[in-house]
């Protein structure tokens, strides 16, 4: 089956505990993302990766880090958690690297919440 | 200002009924209109999407865009209490930068 998955789907962590939330996608997609989901605010774009070894800052990057070694992985790191990073995570890919990022998959989310 | 504009809602109509959902914007840059479809507790799922000015449709669903206004719509026609979830409108630029709307949680009532 053609899918995102995310883990965990749900953590607690204290501030300053490193984590890390993996994406993965079995598609061969190029393209992937991470945006955070937060009421009122709607999603909005942390990192996304163009390929493997390409990544690029989104609109709110700042406490996070990526990477991308391999074109079906997109981990997501949080150095030093803050509560302010306490939201919904979602990875997505899209096969398509140029122009039309309209066909992006969802993960099932993570629920992080930071005290 | 933001780019994208999206009334939260939310939205509560009769099953049967039509739906309009909409979104306004500020950057004649995007190019690409989509709508996502989000069930409680889930991701975005993509509904529609469209390039140009004009109408698609799509079932029970027509996405309609006027880039002169700057204003896109999402019909749902013969609404559904499988229907009911958050409706995200989304757009693209060159830049291949994607920008959400807030969302509108709809409810259909049986």
């Known amino acids: 089956e053609a899918q995102v998955t995310q883990n965990p789907r749900y953590l607690i962590t204290v501030t300053g505990k490193k984590l890390t939330v993996t994406c993965s996608q079995n598609?061969?997609?190029?393209?992937m993302s991470w945006y955070r989901q937060d009421p009122g605010l709607g999603l909005r774009q942390i990192y996304y990766?163009?390929?493997?070894?390409?990544?690029d800052k989104g609109d709110v990057p700042e406490g996070y880090k990526v990477s991308r070694k391999e074109k079906r992985n997109f981990p997501l790191i949080l150095e030093s958690p803050s509560p302010n990073q306490t939201s919904l995570y979602f990875c997505?890919?899209?096969?398509?690297?140029?122009?039309?990022?309209?066909?992006?998959?969802f993960g099932p989310g993570t629920r992080l919440l930071v005290l | 200002q933001k780019e994208v504009e999206q009334d939260p809602g939310p939205l509560s109509v009769p099953e049967g009924a039509i739906v309009s959902l909409n979104c306004t914007y500020s950057?004649?840059?995007?190019?690409?209109f989509m709508w996502y479809r989000q069930y409680s507790r889930k991701g975005p799922e993509l509904l529609m999407y469209?390039?140009?000015?004009g109408n698609k449709e799509d079932g029970r669903f027509t996405a309609q865009v006027d880039k002169s206004s700057k204003y896109i719509s999402l019909f749902i026609r013969d609404s559904q209490p499988s229907d009911s979830a958050t409706y995200l409108c989304?757009?693209?630029?060159?830049?291949?930068?994607?920008?959400f709307g807030q969302g509108t949680r709809l409810t259909i009532n049986p």
């Open positions: 997505a890919s899209s096969p398509r690297t140029s122009g039309q990022q309209e066909t992006q998959y």
């Open positions: 598609m061969n997609h190029e393209y």
């Open positions: 990766s163009m390929n493997v070894e390409v990544t």
């Open positions: 950057n004649s840059a995007f190019q690409y």
């Open positions: 469209t390039y140009s000015s």
């Open positions: 989304a757009m693209v630029s060159g830049a291949q930068k994607l920008v």
